[in-house]
T-cell receptor, first 114, second 113 residues
Framework: DAGVTQSPTHLIKTRGQHVTLRCSPI?????VSWYQQVLGQGPQFIFQ???????GRGNFPDRFSARQFPNYSSELNVNALLLGDSALYLC?????????????FGEGSWLTVV | DQQVKQNSPSLSVQEGRISILNCDYT??????FLWYKKYPAEGPTFLIS???IKDKNEDGRFTVFLNKSAKHLSLHIVPSQPGDSAVYFC????????????WGAGTKLIIKP
């Protein structure tokens, strides 16, 4: 069974550009979350989607947006990129629902903004 | 305001001995706790979890202990193996925040041969 898959794995963008990161959850998982991780810190929560509805949003500016599609895959969009957006962007999936679920991570997308 | 704290940035342990990784939290509403392991350039890998209704959960070489009164959890790895060298993150979640995970900063575990 495929795990959480993310694309692209690495990319370089210029300040001011826009980026779209993609994620496919584990089959049967209905919840997708996005995290940003910079070196030396734990992942920081950006968004959570469940059944195509936004369930939570972390402390990130409006330049960050996301959506979940009917097949439960998800996109994270970041506009007007800043140097500080350089990080590992992690997508995670879980069954969802209203009980504590284990979330499983993809390998991440390394974004470098120059 | 760090709700989940891992106060040891790194830990060095002899191969074959016990590794103990610690995590403290402040939010008494947390009711589900997880440990993840992360190698460089990879996404975190789930290791073990514990619900607040338990005080211990064991899976092979990994055991997680939860002390709710002290708001403290720990991960024990016995015996430690070279492949255990990685960064370990603890994370916590609460029903009233839709189980969004709040993460510690991680502890780098180094297993010495």
């Amino acid at each position: 069974d495929a795990g959480v898959t993310q694309s692209p794995t690495h990319l370089i963008k210029t300040r001011g550009q826009h980026v779209t990161l993609r994620c496919s959850p584990i089959s049967g998982h209905k919840s997708v979350s996005w995290y940003q991780q910079v070196l030396g810190q734990g992942p920081q929560f950006i968004f959570q989607y469940y059944e195509k509805e936004e369930r939570g949003r972390g402390n990130f500016p409006d330049r960050f947006s996301a959506r979940q599609f009917p097949n439960y895959s998800s996109e994270l969009n970041v506009n007007a990129l800043l140097l500080g957006d350089s990080a590992l962007y992690l997508c995670a999936s879980s069954l969802g629902g209203l009980s504590g679920n284990t979330i499983y991570f993809g390998e991440g997308s390394w974004l470098t903004v120059v | 305001d760090q709700q989940v704290k891992q106060n040891s940035p790194s830990l060095s342990v002899q191969e074959g001995r016990i590794s103990i990784l610690n995590c403290d939290y402040t939010n008494s509403m947390f009711d589900y706790f997880l440990w993840y392991k992360k190698y460089p350039a990879e996404g975190p890998t789930f290791l073990i979890s514990i619900s607040s209704i338990k005080d211990k959960n064991e899976d092979g070489r990994f055991t997680v202990f939860l002390n709710k009164s002290a708001k403290h959890l720990s991960l024990h790895i016995v015996p430690s193996q070279p492949g255990d060298s990685a960064v370990y993150f603890c994370a916590a979640s609460a029903k009233d925040s839709n189980y969004q995970l709040i993460w510690g900063a991680g502890t780098k575990l180094i297993i010495k041969p």
